[in-house]
């Protein structure tokens, strides 16, 4: 099954409703990354969120998502334009932590290992002029709280958020996907209510999606089956990275660390977002040399 997105008006259209399934994609950042589950958990939950956030836009537009919350598992770096296309890091890949006690006991303590001791950043490539960077203060460090209180704080946009990545004993993606939620002016108080009362009594989004349910099955939940659709939009793990994109990087060193590099038999890159190795042989440095010189 391909990745997707749904986007619905419901409640009189004073409610956005967006849900998606992102398996596909945050089983490609983990194998690209080999992220251990604790840190595939919370780079993929991120990965969704931004990928959904990303629709919100328009064709050219981009956003970049800044999670650092000083926890071990270090920043995550999320990028994601309107047309389905996500890509994603995470500084430190190799976290893996369990709750040992309390109602959480046994799930993966994505909280601690993203930390609360700093920001949700998020900068929006508009294309006009200025980028607009917002932030919020984490709260839970568990991603999908962090955005709902980044969209109420920083954006003024009443919003439910729900995440969730399943993995399994060998660390595989089993199922990823969530959803936004955003009242708008208009709302009426009964519909908030209902909202809030489905939230509380609905299954966790994370099983539900591992259940098989699609986005259309989410929203009909949270929409209380009535709602018009009103996007549909393939979701996929992509990188914009290429060779040319690093000979570019290395035209900028300066001749002596272009120099520097002829030591090595070869000079090998890595692009952070996606993994992707390039490697240019002395050769290569050397052309690069000459260019700089002509
Ligand atoms: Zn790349």
């Not at 917002?134 to 460090?141: D, F, H, P, V």
């Amino acid at each position: 099954m391909k990745d997707y997105l749904v986007k619905g008006f419901a409640y009189d259209g004073t409610v956005r409703i967006y849900a998606a399934r992102t398996t596909n994609l945050v089983t490609e950042a983990q194998e690209r990354h080999n992220t251990y589950p604790t840190a595939t958990q919370a780079l993929g939950r991120t990965l969704t969120a931004a990928v959904i956030q990303g629709s919100f836009y328009d064709e050219d537009q981009t956003i970049t998502v800044r999670i650092d919350g000083g926890g071990p598992l270090g920043r995550i770096l999320v990028d994601a334009d309107a047309n389905g296309h996500v890509r994603g890091y995470v500084a430190n890949p190799g976290v893996n932590m369990i709750y040992d006690k309390g109602p959480k006991k046994g799930q993966s303590a994505v909280g601690p290992a993203v930390g609360t001791n700093g920001y949700i950043h998020v900068t929006k490539d508009l294309q006009i002029r200025d980028m607009f960077t917002g932030s919020a203060q984490l709260n839970t460090g568990e991603i999908a709280e962090d955005f709902a209180y980044y969209f109420i704080s920083s954006e003024q946009i009443p919003s439910a958020v729900g995440l969730g990545v399943i993995v399994d004993e060998y660390g595989k993606v089993q199922s990823a996907g969530g959803f936004i939620l955003q009242v708008m002016p208009g709302c009426k108080p009964e519909s908030l209510d209902r909202i809030e009362e489905i939230i509380k009594n609905m299954t966790p989004v994370n099983l539900m999606i591992e259940e098989g349910a699609t986005p259309e099955e989410i929203i009909d939940v949270l929409a209380d089956s009535k709602w018009d659709r009103l996007l549909d939009l393939d979701l996929s793990f992509q990188c914009n990275c290429s060779r040319e994109k690093f000979e570019r990087g290395l035209l900028t060193l300066s001749k002596e660390e272009l120099t520097e590099l002829l030591e090595d038999e070869t000079t090998e890159a890595n692009c952070q977002f996606c993994g992707e190795q390039y490697k240019f042989s002395r050769e290569d440095i050397q052309k690069l040399l000459e260019e700089k010189d002509a």
